[in-house]
């Protein structure tokens, strides 16, 4: 792959860059500011404000790849400037390319027919509406989405939805429209991967309550939100099957590889914007009759954060790179390994910003808390690490069924088992 940016793909990212100094960054304050004054659960005014001007920008739906519906991007050339977006907490609402949003517009886009398309994909196209995701259930195990339990079951002209599900993002959001859910429709299949499907439930509608706010860390995430849900004799027309039944395990096998690159772009840029944090914080600050960043401590976590971000971005960047010229099941090796190693690597850095800053690190005034709450989340969000670990040991070592390998090297890799791509119910945020 080239490593250097195209002229397309370093123009998005400048442009992204400059807007976020001279729009983002000056008004994450207010934000927080508008958040906590009244209702925490309506929309933020100011977002909406950012909003307009990020269309005025031609800065709006930078993602889809492989469509005409967004900026026409390939994950790679997205990749910077989603980096850059990741650097503020507010910015990917900004420029229409937050979670869960992206990843269900995606599913629309892929999965959905015309009229679904028509009455869902484009107001969430033109940020008049908003999305949840509805995965993760309570009482299974949610590392295999197989567990699932929740009922998807076929009478007459409408399917009825009975279950419960938590860690549904967004759904908390005043502007959330639409549920995307995953049940079992077929329980009794033999072939566990065809007995999922999804299926698309406006809200509010009859039968569905949110239950409860779940906090990460003490953080309630509002006016965004992470929601238990009930479906109780949840009734919708057949017509809002996505793609049809028994194709679930199929459509969120499309969803996940985007949705974790996405996370795992915005993680370095949050790693990069907490280094920087760090860099300028320890320059200012004297202990001990010299600045902390004299001290060869700092010095040490200072160069093994720059180390960590660098092998994090490079290896998110082939990951893009194999999406784009292999498609997204043959990058599902390099999709598991980013989404272990950049919330790791993000984890570290900020805790080390943290330390840094004292006890000032762990108020709100700096971000570093809300940061290593976002990050560490993301080591469960779209499949635990152990899950992710286990499909890249299998992948390996399935390069060596019946084969021989040459100079130690890898051999050749035989097809994929229907069940290799990781999906799991421990959904966040994505």
């Not at 004054?37 to 790849?65: S, V």
């Not at 990460?216 to 009734?235: I, S, W």
Request: aromatic content about 8%; proline content about 6%.
């Amino acid at each position: 792959m080239d490593f250097g940016y195209s002229k397309k793909t370093q123009d998005i990212r400048d442009r992204v860059a400059d807007f976020m100094e001279e729009h983002i960054y000056p008004n994450e304050q207010e934000m927080w500011a508008q958040i906590e004054d009244g209702d925490r659960w309506q929309p933020i005014p100011l977002m909406e404000e950012l909003k307009n001007k990020a269309k005025a920008a031609d800065l709006w739906n930078l993602f889809l790849p492989e469509s005409d519906l967004g900026a026409g991007l390939t994950n790679l050339e997205y990749a910077p400037a989603c980096e850059e977006m990741g650097r503020s907490p507010f910015a990917p609402e900004v420029f229409n390319c937050s979670a869960p949003d992206t990843g269900n517009m995606e599913v629309l886009a892929r999965y959905g027919t015309q009229d679904q398309k028509d009455q869902w994909l484009a107001p969430m196209l033109n940020g008049d509406i908003r999305s949840a995701f509805a995965m993760t259930e309570t009482e299974v195990a949610s590392s295999d989405a197989t567990n699932i339990e929740t009922l998807i079951i076929r009478e007459g002209d409408e399917y009825v939805i009975n279950g419960r599900k938590w860690w549904t993002s967004g759904a908390l959001d005043k502007r959330c429209r639409i549920l995307v859910v995953m049940g079992k429709s077929d329980p009794d299949n033999p072939n566990r991967h065809k007995q999922q499907s999804m299926i698309l439930v406006p809200l509010p509608w009859p039968g569905v309550n949110i239950r409860r706010v779940l906090p990460v860390f003490g953080f309630d995430d509002a006016p965004h939100g992470h929601a238990e849900v009930t479906f109780d004799n949840v009734r919708v027309p057949a017509d809002n099957m996505l793609l049809g039944d028994g194709r679930g395990f199929e459509i969120a096998q499309g969803r996940l590889g985007p949705g974790r690159i996405h996370h795992c772009m915005r993680l370095i840029g949050l790693a990069e914007r907490s280094l920087e944090r760090m860099c300028r914080r320890t320059k200012d600050r004297v202990a001990f009759g010299k600045p902390i960043a004299d001290q060869t401590v700092t010095q040490e976590r200072i160069a093994e954060s720059r180390i960590l971000i660098e092998q994090s971005r490079l290896l998110t960047l082939k990951a893009a790179w194999l999406m784009d010229t292999v498609g997204n099941k043959e990058a599902r090796k390099e999709i598991a390994m980013i989404k272990v190693a950049a919330p790791n690597m993000a984890c570290q850095v900020i805790d080390w910003a943290i330390q840094s800053f004292g006890g000032a690190g762990i108020t709100a005034d700096y971000g570093l808390g809300y940061g290593y709450a976002w990050a560490r989340l993301l080591r469960l969000a779209d499949g635990p690490d152990e899950v992710h670990r286990n499909q890249i040991a299998r992948l390996e070592l399935k390069q060596y069924d019946n084969t021989k390998s040459r100079r130690g090297g890898s051999a050749h890799v035989p097809p994929p088992d229907e069940g290799d791509e990781v999906i799991t119910t421990t959904r966040w945020i994505s």
